[in-house]
C-alpha cells in the first residue's frame, strides 16, 4: 500500500528531520569504541519486519527493507538511532547504596541514588549470590520472574524463556501468567468459543474481498497496529486494506477516534462513547430481536443459551428492555443510529474486525462475548467473507498461511528440584504485579479459583519495561520502593525501570548478536537468521550470554546451554525445523546453502486464499464440534455461572465501569482517558531516538482533545497541558482535532517516565499516560488490565514547562 495517506505523510515527516539517514548526532557516533572502516550489508529482522542493515565505516547506518515488503514501516528508519541511542547502559551498574550495604540498602532509595560501575564479573557474582540468598532464606516462591514484555524477536535470546528456564533448573520461581494485550478476551474466549480466539489466523483477506459487503472496524487500526508483530511482521495486512480501499465495499468505524484506517478507507465514522460498546452491541441485538431479523437457525444450531440471555436483553429479568433507545442514552449514538446499523449489519455479508483496547478496560470480558452474541444474531460465523475476528489488527492475521515447519525457541525447560511445591498457584496475572507487591497473603480470584499472593523478595526483569507498561505509576513506584529486597533489569537502555533497579545489566540489542526466527506468525512465510550487524557497543552482552554465565555460577551452565553457542543452536533450532520439514516433503536446503541466503521462504498452502475461520464447525457442528463444554457457542455459560462472580455474569452484560463519562466522578474529571498504541513507536520503544521529534509536540508526547473540549479551557495545539487526577500528573503537548470525540482524550501510551521530583506523585514532565491509569483487574475471571478506564482533567500549563530529564542517564 505504497500510497496510502499514512505511508506518504509519514515519510514526508521523517525525512524533514532525520535527512532520510541515520537518527543520531555526529556527537555519539564519536564516543562510540572505534570499529573497523569496513562497508556491509547484513539480513536481519526483528519486530517492524524483515530489513537489510547498511553498515558504513563499520557503523550501522541504515535499514533498508526487505524488497518485497508491500509496506514497510516508517519506524525501521530508527533502527541505527536505537543502536546508537544515548540513552544505552554501556556497563553492568550497581545502585550505590546496594553496593555498600547489599539488600540491606535503603530501598526508598531507588530512582533517586547513583549508580556504580562494576566489572561483568562482580555483577554476575552479586546477581547469582542474590538468588542464592532469596532461594536459601525464604525459597523459590519469592523470587519474582514475570518479566513480561516485548524484548525483540530471536528463538534463542528470548530473555523471559531464558530466565524461567534458568530458574527452573534451580528449583522455580513466580511467573506471569496472560498478558497485557488480551488478558480479558484469552481468559472468558475459551469459554465461549473453546479457544483463545484472538491469537487465531483470521479468515482470509482473499474471502473478505470476493464475499464481504460491509466490513466494521470495531475498536480496531489495522494500518497502525500490523506494522510489528510478534514474530517480525509480514505486511500482509497492508496489501488487504489497499485492495478493500480499491473495491468500494462499505467500511463503518466504531471508535471514539476517527483512525488512520478510517480515513482511508473512508469509512463512516460512528464516535461511540468510550467503553460503552456492550450497550451499543445490546441495543443492536435488541433490535435484530424484536424485529425478527435474527438467524433463528443459527441461534438453534450454533450456540446454546440464547433463551437465558434473552430475559437480560428483553429486560425480562430486571425490567429493563437492552432497546435502542437504553442503548443511545449510555452510548450518545442516536437509537436511530443504533437501528440502522443493526438492520444493515443482519442485511449484508458482514465481518466484524475487532481490536483489543476495547477488552483493555474493566469489565473487558464482556466486549468480546457481547460480539460473538451478536454475530451469532446476525448468523454468518464460518461463511466466507461473514462473521467477526479478533485479529485482523494484529500480526496481520488474515494473510496466508504457509505450508511450514514451526521453528522453535530455546524451551524454558523442565523444574528441577523439590523446592517448589507440586502445585498451580505460581504463576500471577501479569497486570496484578504492583498488587502481588503490595499485599503478600493477599488471596484473589481467577478463573474459577482462589489464589494467594506470595511474598516476593527479588525481582529480575529481562526485556519488559514494568515503569511503562504497568497502569497507576505511583503505585508501582510505591511497591518497588517497598517491598523487593533486591531487583535486577536487564536491558539495552536506561528505561525508568533500569533507573529505578538496584543492579542493571546491560543487554546487547538483535543488531547485535546473532539469532534466528520464522517471520510472519500467522504467515510463517519465512525462517530468517538474524544476522549480526556490528559488534556488541560498550560491554553489552546478549542475553543468551548473560544467563549461561549466571546459570554457571549457579552449578548449572552446561544444562542450561547444553554445551551450545549461539551460534550451534542457530544451527541445531534451523536443523529440527528441517526434520519437521522433510517428514513433509516441506522443501528446506542444507543448513550452509540457508545461512548463506540468510532466509528460506515457504509457498502458501494450496487452499490458503480460501481459509474461513468456523468454515468446519458451520458445516457439521456434530462432527466438527468447538472446545467448549456444550461443542456449541456459549452465550450462556454455566462454568462461569459456577464462579459467581459479580464482576462477570455467566451472559454478556453492560456493567459501569469504576470510570466512564456516565459516572458521578465524571463532574470532578469530565475526560475519558484512552491509551491506544502509538502509530510511530512499539510501546515505549524507539521513544529514545531522534525519531520521536516526528510527532512530539513542545518535546512532549502528544495528547490529541476535541476542540470543543480544547476551547473551554483556553487550549490550542502546541500548547503544554498538564492531564491529572487523584492518581497522578503529567505533562503532554496538546493537539486539537476533531477526530477524536467529544470528551475523549488520546494519550498514547509507551511515553518515556520522567518524575520531575522524589515525591508521592511527582509531575511527569514528559508524558507517561500511566501516571493516570487505575490498577484494578478487569473483574475476578481474567484480571486482566484495564487501561481504558480512567478519566481526568486537563489544563494549560502556565509557566515555563521543566526541561525533559527522561533520555537522561543516571551516571
Ligand atoms: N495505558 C496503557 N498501558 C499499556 C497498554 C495500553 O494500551 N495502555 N498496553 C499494554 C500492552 S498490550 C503491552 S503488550 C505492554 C507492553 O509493555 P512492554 O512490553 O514492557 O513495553 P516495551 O516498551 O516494548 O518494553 C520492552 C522492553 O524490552 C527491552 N528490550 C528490547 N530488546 C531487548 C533485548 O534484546 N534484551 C533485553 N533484555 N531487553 C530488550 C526494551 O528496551 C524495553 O525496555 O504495555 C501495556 N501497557
Ligand atoms: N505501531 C504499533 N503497533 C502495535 C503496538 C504498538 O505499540 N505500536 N503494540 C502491539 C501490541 S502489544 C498490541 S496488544 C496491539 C494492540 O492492539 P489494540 O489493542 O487493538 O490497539 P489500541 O491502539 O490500543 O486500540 C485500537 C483502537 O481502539 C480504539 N478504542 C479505544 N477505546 C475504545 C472504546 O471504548 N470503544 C471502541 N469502539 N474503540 C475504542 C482506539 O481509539 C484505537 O483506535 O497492537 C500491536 N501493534
Ligand atoms: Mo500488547
Known amino acids: 500500500m505504497s500510497d496510502s495517506k499514512l505511508s506518504r505523510r509519514d515519510f514526508v515527516k521523517l525525512s524533514a528531520v532525520t535527512g532520510g539517514g541515520a537518527a543520531l548526532s555526529t556527537s555519539s557516533l564519536q564516543r562510540i569504541a572505534p570499529f573497523a572502516r569496513q562497508n556491509y550489508t547484513r539480513l ?51 545502585r550505590a547504596s546496594f553496593l555498600k550495604n547489599g539488600h540491606k540498602a535503603d530501598r526508598s532509595l531507588r530512582g533517586k541514588e547513583k549508580f556504580v560501575r562494576v566489572s561483568w564479573d562482580q555483577a554476575l557474582d552479586l546477581v547469582a549470590s542474590e538468588i542464592k540468598r532469596v532461594k536459601a532464606g525464604t525459597g523459590n516462591k519469592s523470587i519474582f520472574t ?11 535470546n528470548n530473555p523471559r524463556t531464558l530466565l524461567t528456564r534458568m530458574m527452573k533448573k534451580y528449583g522455580g520461581s513466580v511467573g506471569g501468567l496472560g498478558d497485557y494485550s488480551t488478558a480479558a478476551s484469552q481468559v472468558i474466549m475459551p469459554h465461549v468459543l473453546g479457544t483463545l480466539e484472538v491469537y487465531e489466523q483470521q479468515t482470509s483477506w482473499d474471502s473478505i474481498l470476493a464475499n464481504t459487503k460491509l466490513v466494521v472496524l470495531w475498536g480496531a487500526d489495522l494500518l497502525k497496529t500490523n506494522q510489528i508483530g510478534w514474530a517480525p511482521a509480514d505486511h500482509y495486512a497492508y496489501e488487504g486494506v489497499s485492495r478493500l480501499r480499491k473495491s468500494g465495499i462499505e467500511v463503518i468505524c466504531i471508535n471514539p477516534l476517527r483512525t488512520e484506517t478510517a480515513k482511508t478507507l473512508k469509512a463512516e465514522w460512528v464516535a461511540v462513547r468510550p467503553q460503552t460498546d456492550v450497550a451499543l452491541m445490546l441495543g443492536m441485538a435488541h433490535t435484530l430481536y424484536q424485529q425478527g431479523k435474527y438467524s433463528k ?6 450456540t446454546v443459551g440464547f433463551d437465558q440471555f434473552l430475559g437480560y436483553l428483553t429486560g425480562k429479568t430486571d425490567g429493563v428492555p437492552k432497546n435502542a433507545e437504553w442503548a443511545a442514552k449510555i452510548t450518545d449514538i442516536p437509537a436511530k443510529k443504533i437501528t440502522e446499523l443493526a438492520l444493515k449489519m443482519a442485511d449484508k455479508r458482514t465481518m466484524l474486525m475487532s481490536g483489543w483496547a476495547v477488552q483493555r478496560a474493566q469489565h ?36 496466508l498461511t504457509a ?14 528440584g523439590a523446592a517448589w511445591p507440586a502445585q498451580d498457584t505460581k504463576n500471577i496475572p501479569v497486570a496484578r504485579a504492583a498488587e502481588m507487591l503490595l499485599n503478600p497473603g493477599a488471596t484473589f480470584n481467577y478463573n474459577g479459583k482462589a489464589y494467594t499472593y506470595p511474598d516476593i523478595h527479588l525481582v529480575y526483569w529481562a526485556g519488559g519495561n514494568p515503569m511503562h507498561h504497568h497502569y497507576d505509576r505511583n503505585r508501582v513506584v510505591k511497591a518497588w520502593r517497598s517491598k523487593p529486597e533486591t531487583i535486577i533489569i536487564q536491558d539495552p537502555f536506561w528505561t525508568a525501570t533500569a533507573k529505578m533497579a538496584d543492579i542493571v545489566l546491560p543487554a546487547s540489542t538483535t543488531f547485535e548478536r546473532e539469532d534466528i526466527t520464522q517471520v510472519g506468525s500467522y504467515s510463517q512465510k519465512m525462517i530468517l537468521v538474524m544476522q549480526k550487524v556490528i559488534d556488541p557497543l560498550y560491554e553489552s552482552k546478549s542475553d543468551y550470554w548473560i544467563f549461561s554465565e549466571i546459570s554457571k555460577r549457579l552449578g548449572f551452565g552446561k544444562e542450561f546451554t547444553e554445551g551450545r553457542s549461539e551460534a550451534q543452536w542457530v544451527e541445531f533450532l534451523y536443523n529440527d525445523a528441517k526434520k519437521q520439514a522433510d517428514a513433509q516433503k516441506i522443501p528446506m536446503p542444507p543448513f550452509d546453502e540457508f545461512s548463506k541466503k540468510g532466509y528460506v521462504e515457504f509457498a502458501p498452502e494450496a487452499d490458503a486464499k480460501n481459509f474461513v475461520r468456523f468454515a468446519d464447525f458451520r458445516k457439521d457442528p456434530e462432527a466438527n464440534p468447538l472446545g467448549t463444554p456444550s461443542g456449541k457457542i456459549e452465550i450462556y455459560s454455566q462454568t462461569i455461572e459456577g464462579f459467581h462472580y459479580a464482576s462477570c455474569p455467566p451472559h ?18 469530565p475526560l475519558q482517558l484512552l491509551s491506544p498504541h502509538p502509530a510511530h513507536r512499539l510501546h515505549s520503544q524507539l521513544d529514545n531516538t531522534a525519531f520521536r521529534q516526528t510527532y512530539e509536540v513542545a518535546g512532549r508526547e502528544p495528547i490529541t482533545l476535541h476542540p470543543a473540549d480544547a476551547s473551554a479551557r483556553g487550549i490550542k495545539s502546541g500548547d503544554v497541558v498538564r492531564v491529572f487526577n487523584d492518581r497522578g500528573q503529567a505533562l503532554a503537548g496538546a493537539v486539537v482535532s476533531d477526530e477524536v470525540r467529544r470528551g475523549a482524550v488520546v494519550f498514547h501510551e509507551g511515553g518515556w517516565y520522567d518524575p520531575a521530583d522524589h515525591s508521592d506523585n511527582p509531575l511527569c514532565k514528559h508524558g507517561d499516560v500511566n501516571t493516570l491509569t487505575l490498577d484494578i483487574g478487569t473483574s475476578d475471571l481474567a484480571q486482566g488490565g484495564s487501561a481504558n478506564t480512567a478519566l481526568v482533567q486537563l489544563e494549560r500549563y502556565k509557566g515555563t514547562p521543566p526541561a525533559v530529564t527522561a533520555f537522561n542517564n543516571p551516571v
Open 297 to 302: 437457525d443459527f441461534i438453534e444450531n450454533y
Open 364 to 399: 473487558g470480558e464482556q466486549v468480546h462475548w457481547m460480539l460473538v452474541t451478536l454475530a451469532s444474531m446476525i448468523g454468518q460465523i464460518g461463511l466466507p467473507g461473514g462473521g467477526f475476528g479478533l485479529s485482523y489488527h494484529y500480526d496481520n492475521g488474515g494473510s
Open 652 to 669: 454478556p452484560t453492560w456493567m459501569e465501569p469504576a470510570e466512564w463519562l456516565g459516572a458521578a466522578k465524571a463532574e470532578q474529571y
Open 44 to 94: 536481519t529482522a526483528n519486530h517492524w519486519g524483515v530489513f537489510t542493515a547498511e553498515v558504513k565505516n563499520g557503523k550501522f547506518v541504515r535499514a533498508v527493507p526487505f524488497a518485497r515488503d508491500v509496506q514497510p514501516s516508517a519506524m525501521l528508519q530508527a533502527m541505527p538511532g536505537r543502536a546508537y541511542s544515548e540513552t544505552r547502559v554501556r556497563y553492568p551498574m550497581v
Open 403 to 416: 505450508k511450514a515447519p514451526a521453528l522453535s525457541g530455546i524451551s524454558s525447560g523442565e523444574l528441577v
Open 146 to 156: 514475570g518479566s513480561y514484555g516485548w524484548h525483540d524477536t530471536g528463538a534463542i
